[in-house]
């Protein structure tokens, strides 16, 4: 079946202005994370999705970063007023959301340059 | 805070070599621990999942085992191969089980 989609692939855009990066897990997964990774930095945390609801927004680094998630399928992660530092591949995984040790499983990402 | 380290950041080696890549963790608490493959522009590749009761996970070349009280996990790559080359990370739960923590990964270099 398929796996996870990301989109855009790729996103250039300029300093101040508005992105949004998709994510359409797997089928009939409960479970939706988004992670980012900087240029030689490990992966960090962004955000947790369990069906709609969001209990774990711990990751998120300002106000400026938001994320949703409709029918507890496609998720919108999106950064307002975007700055350099928000330079990063944007990665995002599903799970079945069942249990603690359920394999995550990781789309392509999403690159994004602020120039 | 849970902090993932792994050891060797880099690696190279000829073809056809034996291979330890090494994890550490300093929160014995956890469910679990994974190992993934990254290659160059790709997402992440799931390639073992050892739950915290057990010792050690296999699947083809690859053998991971996972000492919980010790905060250690071992991924061993045997025969390694140029199609190898890729970079390795290794991830435990945060035991809210809400999100994975990695290290910042082992890039291997298989030379034929």
């Known amino acids: 079946g398929a796996g996870v989609s990301q989109s855009p692939s790729n996103k250039v855009t300029e300093k101040g202005k508005d992105v949004e990066l998709r994510c359409d897990p797997i089928?009939?997964?409960?479970?939706l994370y988004w992670y980012r990774q900087r240029l030689g930095q490990g992966l960090e945390f962004l955000i947790y999705?369990?069906?709609?609801?969001?209990?774990?927004k711990s990751g998120l680094p300002s106000d400026r970063f938001s994320a949703e998630r409709t029918g507890e399928s496609v998720s919108t992660l999106t950064i307002q007023r975007t700055q350099q530092e928000d330079s990063a591949v944007y990665l995002c995984?599903?799970?079945?959301?069942?249990?603690?040790?359920?394999?995550?499983?990781f789309g392509p990402g999403t690159r994004l340059t602020v120039l | 805070k849970q902090e993932v380290t792994q050891i060797p950041a880099a690696l190279s080696v000829p073809e056809g070599e034996n291979l330890v890549l090494n994890c550490s963790f300093t929160d014995s608490a956890i469910y679990n621990l994974q190992w993934f493959r990254q290659d160059p522009g790709k997402g992440l590749t799931s390639l073992l999942l050892i739950q915290s009761s057990q010792r050690e996970q296999t699947s083809g070349r690859l053998n991971a085992s996972l000492d919980k009280s010790s905060g250690r996990s071992t991924l061993y790559i045997a025969a390694s191969q140029p199609g190898d080359s890729a970079t390795y990370l290794c991830a435990v739960d945060n035991q809210a089980g809400t999100a994975l923590i990695f290290g910042k990964g082992t890039t291997l270099s298989v030379s034929s």
């Open positions: 089928s009939g997964h409960t479970a």
């Open positions: 999705f369990q069906g709609n609801s969001a209990p774990d």
């Open positions: 995984a599903s799970s079945a959301g069942l249990t603690h040790t359920d394999t995550q499983y």
